[in-house]
């Protein structure tokens, strides 16, 4: 089972970025697709990227395709979501997670880390 500690989050204006980082532990890392979430307040959560096991395959929602970057490093066993161009809209705490297949809108699986809140300010 992998474990997940999320950090990276704060408070950046429009326009800014931020580079969220994704911690796991866990001999089997490298045998799992991982996954971007993200909830804002009073929303449900909602998937944000999806990466492939190697890191050959990414996708995004469609809100924040050609924004941001997901990628991966075995090795470190580390996830990251690197965010540009932020808007007031991507205002949310963000989860990562191991997910079920790597395809956009991938479901979750395991237990959720205790996330890290970006807020954009407009």
């Known amino acids: 089972q992998v474990q997940l500690v999320e950090s990276g989050g704060g408070l950046v204006q429009a326009g800014g970025s931020l580079r969220l980082s994704c911690a796991a532990s866990g001999r089997t890392f490298s045998t799992y697709a991982m996954g971007w979430f993200r909830q804002a307040p009073g929303k449900e959560r909602e998937f944000v990227a999806v990466?492939?096991?190697?890191?050959?395959?990414?996708g995004y929602v469609d809100s924040v395709k050609g924004r941001f970057t997901i990628s991966r490093d075995n090795a470190k066993k580390m996830v990251y979501l690197q965010m540009n161009s932020l808007k007031p809209e991507d205002t949310a705490i963000y989860y990562c997670?191991?997910?079920?297949?790597?395809?956009?809108?991938?479901?979750?699986?395991?237990?959720w880390g205790q996330g890290t809140q970006v807020t954009v300010s407009s």
């Open positions: 997670s191991a997910v079920s297949s790597p395809i956009i809108g991938a479901q979750p699986m395991g237990a």
């Open positions: 990466i492939s096991r190697s890191g050959g395959y990414t």
